[in-house]
């Protein structure tokens, strides 16, 4: 149960900003000037009736989790295991004080999303939101949880821009057929060499249907989208060849091979 009074959680909070989450502790807002508003509630209240409203006992996995808002949307509906990861210690720092505060017992580690094997064990629900195009490798990410973490539904969400429509393509198609990349509905992945909204590790805005594409290749079955940026998918089988592929290293430590005269094989 907390005890602190709104003014040293008015001062923790202070002193533990900024704060990207705009949680509501006790009083105090943590981050009540969000260029996105009230951010993620604004979100969150734009998908929360896609899932379920009691989670009793249900196991979740929040990827990204930040100062932890969704892990305690997911107590709140009653969730077990909850435990979420964010490679920031940072902002773990404002989750397990958020937590203290709310009165939750979600769990806080440190760690990548590309480590998610380490966790040893499957959630029910994995969350995946705002985290794919800040990561130079999306697909790997995705096929590691496929791999290792998810059991059976993914909600994933990602910054998207370029053409909402979507066009499915189509299992094979003639070499000579160059126009089709060129349809609004094509699959992309818009890469963002310099920065976007002056952050640097914005590499990537997929539009729609690349987001639709890129998850039912990685083995997740969109079966939802309650909000233009937000799927819920059931994990099924697999493209072919989509298993993770681990970094390579060389027996002296390089990245790759290389031929008798030293040039990269
Ligand atoms: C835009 S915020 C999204 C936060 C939250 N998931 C949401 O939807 O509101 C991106 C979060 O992903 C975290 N992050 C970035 N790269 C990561 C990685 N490789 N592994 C785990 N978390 C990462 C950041 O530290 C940050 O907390």
Sequence with gaps: MNSLSRETIAERVAALGPWFHNLYLEGVWTAPDHFLGDF?????????????????????????????????EMKRRGAGRVVGIDSEPFYLEQARFAAQV??????????????????????????????????????????????????????????????TQVLEPPPDMDFFDTEAFDAPGW??????????????????????????????????RPFSQPETEVFLCRRTARAAGAEPVYPARGPHGAGHRRGKKGRAA
């Design 102 to 163: 709310l009165g939750h017992d979600s769990e806080f580690r440190e760690m990548s999303v590309y480590d998610v094997g380490a966790l040893g064990e499957r959630f029910d629900i994995v969350l995946f939101m705002g985290v794919a195009y800040h990561l130079r490798h999306p697909l790997l990410a995705l096929d590691l949880l496929w791999e290792h973490v998810a059991d059976d539904v993914l909600v994933f969400q990602s910054m998207q821009r370029g053409s």
């Design 187 to 220: 699959p992309k992945l818009h890469f963002i060499e310099q920065r976007y909204a002056g952050d640097p590790t914005n590499w990537w805005a997929p539009n729609s249907a690349c987001t639709q594409a890129m998850l039912r290749s990685a083995g997740f």
């Design 40 to 72: 993620p509630g604004i979100m969150w209240r734009r998908f929360r009736d896609a899932l379920p409203d009691d989670l009793e006992g249900r196991s979740v996995l929040d990827i990204g989790c930040n100062s932890g808002f969704y892990c305690a």
